[in-house]
Nanobody
Framework: QVQLVESGGGLVQPGGSLRLSCATS????????IAWFRQAPGKEREGVLC????????YYADSVKGRFTISRDNAKNTVYLQMNSLKPEDTAVYYC??????????????WGQGTQVTVSS
């Protein structure tokens, strides 16, 4: 069955960087889009970035443009979220998600358990 496992979260100072990983199994990563979402305390979950099967990138959140990027290593069945110039407002639980489509869409059926990112001095 589909499994998504996030890792790489933690505490980082403002201006710092983190790279999150989404390890996938149960499907062939190369064929499908993967998205990253986040949910901050007291707020609704929001989309961050998505990468299609052909490596096209969709930004769901304008606030991360120029700071975050997404990449995939199909051989390692892993998708990465590189986060630079982190701000306190980036503090959230970050989730990766997928569904059986090759392009980025707003809807996903499968979700990981999330990894906490805290940006604070």
């Amino acid at each position: 069955q589909v499994q998504l496992v996030e890792s790489g979260g933690g505490l980082v100072q403002p201006g710092g960087s983190l790279r999150l990983s989404c390890a996938t199994s149960g499907f062939t990563l190369a064929y499908y889009a993967i998205a990253w979402f986040r949910q901050a305390p007291g707020k609704e979950r929001e989309g961050v970035l998505c990468i299609s099967d052909g490596d096209s990138i969709t930004y769901y959140a304008d606030s991360v443009k120029g700071r975050f990027t997404i990449s995939r290593d199909n051989a390692k069945n892993t998708v990465y979220l590189q986060m630079n110039s982190l701000k306190p407002e980036d503090t959230a639980v970050y989730y990766c998600a997928m569904d059986y489509h090759s392009v980025c869409t707003p809807d996903y059926s499968y979700w990981g358990q999330g990894t906490q990112v805290t940006v604070s001095s």
